[in-house]
């Protein structure tokens, strides 16, 4: 079955970045790309943006250029997102999901706090 | 970007009733709409995609129709399990785009 596994929560200083993965199985990995997400109760869900997992390609939201950073590692079927120059509205659940969101993984909880 | 708003953005409802929660397109999206559920804690669940598919796994009960720019999620004779936050994503093009959301909760 499709599992996507993300990496544990985070609790970061403002200022410096965070690196958060996303390991997937149960599929043929490069055949679809990995979204990513950011949900807030403040502003819900927010397309971050993906990378094309066979070329290392990527598309981002015009809101999260300079702000997230999508690399994949093939060998290991693991996606990551780094998030730099944080600040407290960084603080959110990142989540990945396989290509046009259908599958989720279990989300990241960042915070950023001093 | 497009723009989906949904609404409402809470539905206080009993169980056994009949609901409907709706979103609206800003631009044509075709059938590239998806509908999520999500409960405290957990991830987004799939629930319909292509508008009007149901996803594997979903019960019958729930259903996804078009009408125009309009789609939207019934969820017939409601169920405890059923209270959530749906949410719709319009997947046409990216960004992709999400609706705020409808919070169902037992009246």
């Known amino acids: 079955q499709v599992q996507l596994q993300q990496s544990g929560a985070e609790l970061a200083k403002p200022g410096s970045s965070v690196k958060i993965s996303c390991k997937a199985s149960?599929?043929?990995?490069?055949?679809?790309?990995i979204s990513w997400i950011k949900q807030t109760t403040g502003q819900g869900l927010e397309y971050i943006g993906y990378?094309?997992?066979?070329?290392?390609?990527?598309n981002y939201n015009e809101k999260f250029k300079g702000k997230a950073t999508l690399t994949v590692d093939k060998s290991s079927s693991t996606a990551f997102m780094q998030l730099s120059s944080l600040t407290p509205d960084d603080s959110a659940v990142y989540y990945c999901?396989?290509?046009?969101?259908?599958?989720w993984g279990q989300g990241v909880m960042v915070t950023v706090s001093s | 970007d497009i723009q989906m708003t949904q609404s409402p953005s809470s539905l206080p409802a009993s169980l056994g009733d009949r609901v409907t929660i709706t979103c609206r397109a800003s631009?044509?999206?075709?059938?590239?709409l998806r509908w999520f559920q999500q409960k405290p804690g957990k991830s987004p669940r799939l629930m319909i995609y292509?508008?009007?598919n149901l996803a594997a796994g979903v019960p019958s009960r729930f259903s996804g129709s078009r009408s125009g720019s309009d789609y939207s999620l019934t969820i017939n004779s409601l169920e405890s399990e059923d209270m959530a936050i749906y949410y719709c994503?319009?997947?046409?093009?990216?960004?992709?785009?999400f609706g705020s959301g409808t919070k169902l909760e037992i009246k």
């Open positions: 999901a396989r290509a046009r969101v259908d599958y």
């Open positions: 149960g599929y043929t990995f490069t055949s679809y790309y």
């Open positions: 990378i094309n997992t066979g070329s290392g390609g990527t």
């Open positions: 631009q044509d999206i075709g059938n590239y």
């Open positions: 292509g508008a009007t």
């Open positions: 994503l319009q997947h046409n093009e990216y960004p992709l785009t």
